[in-house]
């Protein structure tokens, strides 16, 4: 069992989303790093897709009440276990009764905690992430408050602690150009190339919306209402894009400009409001070269830590 003493800015359960559902207009949900929470499930011997805590901003005080491992990634909260730091990016040992506290971190946006065993709240439509705006799954639907004790799975053995190299952000976002690209006026496909954006504070996990340069389309026709998913750059009348993030709608019909491709989608959860950052653009065969680089990542991690025992 996890306790919440003090839930911080905003705690949700999440895991790595919902599959199969977006037919029924449901999002996909889950971590909005989910590298990162993949990587900390790791860490402490859970599957890649088990769920944990995404903590916005840290500040954030939990007891265990069970022996176990936990591990930290994301942005960096300089964590105690009572009063003594836990490093960040490592599988650490922690015993019944002890104090987890997190400070806001220097940089980025959002932490992940995994547990051994995982958060057993009961899962909805296959998933145990928090999906907020409809209010069900993770813990009540809702985002986690002081008093809330969360079950967890069965305990994992580990030899000892495990560290893992983590990313390096920056801000400069690759991205396939959209189905509509060709329809915004040539100054306005440069602005998105060359241009500045910066991050708007009414983000949220549905969307990162951005200020910058007004992208003007050469002709207002209607579109029909199409498929939409995470990482897509819509642009709304006003000219300043929006990109879709795991909460995002399933469905939409302003123009798509662009893709933020897979591999980059982590960087907007873990840039703060006012934030400036730069879009690239990239081929197919690029993107899929970028997915295909985390993913040896996470392989060379996983056959070191658990190559020759699991």
Known sequence: MLEVIRPGLQSTV??????????????QGGALDREALILANR???????????ELVLGAAEFRLLRDGWLALTGADCAATLDGEPVWHGW??????????????????????????????VAPVMGSRATELQAGFGGHQGRALLAGDRLPLGAPLAHDGPLGARLRESDACLRVLPGPELDEFEPAAVAALWQGE????????????????????????????????????????????????LADGQTTGGYPRIGCVIDADLWKLAQLRPGTRLRFSPV????????????????????????????
């Open 14 to 27: 999440q895991d790595l989303g919902r599959a199969g559902v977006r037919h029924l207009g449901i999002a």
């Open 197 to 244: 954006w910066r991050l708007n504070p009414a983000s949220n996990r549905m969307g990162a919306r951005l200020d910058g340069p007004t992208l003007v389309r050469s002709h207002g026709r209607e579109l029909a209402s199409h498929g939409v998913l995470p990482g897509v750059i819509q642009v709304p009348p006003g000219g300043q894009p929006i990109v879709l």
């Open 283 to 310: 081929t197919r065969e690029q993107a899929l070269a970028a997915r295909r680089e985390w993913q040896q990542h996470l392989y060379r991690f996983e056959w070191m830590a658990y190559g020759k025992t699991h």
């Open 43 to 53: 860490l402490v011997g859970n599957p890649a897709g088990a769920a944990g805590i």
């Open 91 to 120: 599988r650490w040992r922690v015993r019944r009764g002890q104090h987890l506290r997190l400070s806001a971190p220097r940089h980025g946006m959002r932490t992940y905690l995994a547990l051994d065993g995982g958060l057993a």
